[in-house]
């Protein structure tokens, strides 16, 4: 069954600590990774979509790097408006339009 | 670009009473719109698939009858909640798909709508 796995569940950071956020996956022959910012009460925002291992996106203070079995999403000098819920995602396998997430990560960054 | 409507944001119905949510894409056609639902502290949850013009596609233990979706149009989606009870109180998330490279549409997600049955 295909899985996705994020670590850590939660991660609490004081503004300015650097750290990295995991999104492991099992689907064979991935096509496409997909990352997302979630607030509470707000539908995800959409960040980055991964298509080959080495690829590399950034975007303000994120970038987010995938291997062949998993997917990193580091934050660099976070503020805390960058707190929120990080959800990465997969297509199934058979499938080129669902898509199946990760539990997500709840990033928390204290001033 | 690639913006999601959803309306209402926020609604609350007594038991037994229908709810109609819609989902819009403002500046582009959707090939294909999702329906969601998330409960607290959870992740997003597949309730269906639909395409325009043709029956939506539910998953695994959705129940079609009483979760109602029309794709009217390459920019309307809507889902009806029939006979709502409290147990549907969640929620709902729309996404709408444009054209990605590599064969990977890109999921646009709406800002959700918060149903609430008395």
């Known amino acids: 069954e295909d899985q996705v796995t994020q670590s850590p569940e939660a991660l609490r950071l004081q503004e300015g600590e650097s750290s990295s956020l995991n999104c492991s996956y099992t689907?064979?022959?991935?096509?496409?990774l997909f990352w997302y910012r979630q607030d509470p009460g707000k539908g995800p925002e959409f960040l980055f979509t991964l298509y080959s291992a080495g690829e590399e996106k950034e975007k303000e203070r994120l970038k987010a790097t995938l291997t062949k079995k998993e997917s990193f999403l580091h934050i660099t000098a976070p503020k805390p408006e960058d707190s929120a819920t990080y959800l990465c995602a997969v297509p199934p396998e058979g499938s080129n339009y669902k898509l199946t997430f990760g539990k997500g990560t709840l990033l928390t960054v204290n001033p | 670009g690639a913006v999601v409507s959803q309306h209402p944001s926020r609604v609350i119905c007594k038991s037994g009473t229908s709810v109609k949510i819609e989902c819009r894409s403002l500046?582009?056609?959707?090939?294909?719109m999702f329906w969601y639902r998330q409960f607290p502290k959870q992740s997003l949850m597949l309730m269906a698939t639909s395409n325009e013009g043709s029956k939506a596609t539910y998953e695994q233990g959705v129940e079609k009858d009483k979760f109602l979706i029309n794709h009217a149009s390459l920019t309307l989606s809507t889902l009806t909640v029939t006979s709502a009870h409290p147990e549907d109180s969640s929620f709902y998330i729309c996404?709408?798909?444009?054209?990605?490279?590599?064969?990977?549409?890109?999921?646009?997600f709406g800002p959700g709508t918060r149903l609430t049955v008395l």
């Open positions: 996404s709408a798909t444009s054209e990605g490279v590599a064969g990977t549409d890109t999921q646009y």
């Open positions: 500046d582009f056609q959707a090939t294909t």
């Open positions: 689907v064979s022959g991935l096509r496409g």
